[in-house]
């Protein structure tokens, strides 16, 4: 009981030294403008660095990624129906889809699968 003590003191003051020498070191003096603009080559940047991206697009983007990791948890569906064949997972997979549905036709009514606006 008492070495499972004194590890773990042990290991709490390693993480507790480890945590205080990373904050220290990662504490930036003095915020340097070259630092924070662009650097385009060595050259000076002709426009600006940080142009805006569309709006629309990260949101089909993320849409896009929902309805993927949607279809994955799908893929077993199958056979968890048929290894399975009692009413609480046909029923538990039909609510699933119709979520899904209920989602899609949401996105779809708002407008937020329309690439043209």
């Known amino acids: ?6 590890v773990s003191s042990i290991l709490f003051l390693l993480t507790l030294t480890i945590l205080t020498l990373g904050w220290m070191v990662s504490k930036s003096s ?3 403008r070259e630092k924070s603009s662009p ?11 940080r142009v805006p991206f569309s709006v629309r697009f990260f949101l089909l983007a993320v849409i896009f990624l929902i309805f993927d990791i949607e279809v994955v948890l799908l ?5 968890i ?3 399975s ?3 609480y997972a046909s029923s538990s997979a039909i609510i699933f889809i119709l979520i899904l549905l209920l989602g899609l ?4 009514s ?5 690439w043209v606006s």
């Not at 036709?105 to 779809?108: D, M, T, V």
Request: aromatic fraction near 10%.
């Open 75 to 79: 893929l077993p569906l199958v056979p």
């Open 39 to 49: 650097f385009e080559c060595g050259f000076d940047p002709t426009a600006s660095a």
């Open 85 to 87: 064949p009692s009413i």
């Open 81 to 83: 129906m048929l290894w």
């Open 110 to 114: 708002q407008g937020s699968l329309e």
């Open 30 to 32: 003095v915020v340097d």
């Open 105 to 108: 036709l949401h996105e779809w």
């Open 1 to 6: 009981m008492s070495m499972l003590m004194v």
